[in-house]
């Protein structure tokens, strides 16, 4: 069956650095995105990363290893604002978005 | 530009009714999408559609129907609501640039409870 993997939840201090792990077991690879959701609201999108390596937007950055079914989202100088669910997805050999189920990431003075 | 917006917002429905969420997006996006969102489950495709007049089967579609009859807007429907269907459903949408790999776009979402 496919499967996407991520912690449940976090806690960073603000103004820290955090990594969240995503792994995958899908079938076929057609990109793998990230998606912020804060609680109550629609998930809205950060990245997307195809091929393997790091794409960095800002303060958020995002590593794709394809061998490894594996992939992070890095935060540094995290905000209060940062606390959020980040969702990690990736698309299969039907262009289908497969979903984590989130991983809560709580910001701490 | 209102983006992706979904009514009603809020609904308590009892088991049997029948109920029409209704989803409208005003980008021009060809492809539209409908998912569920359950506490510790990730988001969960239902139904989608690639133009208008067009929809297709996502990974849960039973007990779902659904209609594109006009481009901007995707309506899903609800013939005898269940319990089971209690959840957090989210429309989406995303240009035809891309295919599927274009970055989907959400409505606010619509909160459902079946009682």
């Known amino acids: 069956g496919q499967n996407i993997d991520q912690p449940t939840e976090m806690t960073a201090t603000e103004g820290a650095i955090v990594q969240i792990n995503c792994t995958y077991q899908?079938?076929?690879?057609?990109?793998l995105f990230w998606y912020q959701q804060h609680a109550g609201e629609a998930p809205t999108f950060l990245s997307y990363?195809?091929l393997d390596g790091l794409e960095e937007k800002g303060r958020f950055s995002s590593f794709l290893s394809r061998s490894k079914g594996y992939s992070y989202l890095l935060l540094k100088e995290l905000q209060m604002k940062d606390s959020a669910s980040y969702l990690c997805a990736v698309m299969d050999s039907n262009y289908q978005l497969i979903w984590g189920a989130g991983t809560k990431l709580i910001i701490k003075p | 530009n209102a983006g992706v917006t979904q009514t009603p917002k809020f609904r308590v429905l009892k088991t049997g009714q029948s109920m029409t969420l209704l989803c409208a997006q005003d980008?021009?996006?060809?492809?539209m999408y409908w998912y569920r969102q359950d506490p510790g489950m990730g988001l969960r495709l239902i139904h989608y559609s690639v133009g208008e007049g067009t929809t297709a089967k996502g990974e849960v579609p039973d007990g779902y129907n659904v209609s594109r009859l006009k481009k901007q807007n995707f309506l899903l429907g609800l013939e005898s609501a269940a319990p089971s269907q209690t959840s957090v459903y989210f429309c989406?949408?995303?240009?035809?640039?891309?295919?599927?790999?274009?970055?989907?776009?959400f409505g606010p979402g619509t909160r459902l409870l079946v009682l």
């Open positions: 990363n195809v």
């Open positions: 980008m021009n996006h060809e492809y």
């Open positions: 989406a949408s995303s240009p035809l640039a891309g295919g599927h790999l274009e970055t989907q776009y």
């Open positions: 899908t079938s076929g690879f057609n990109g």
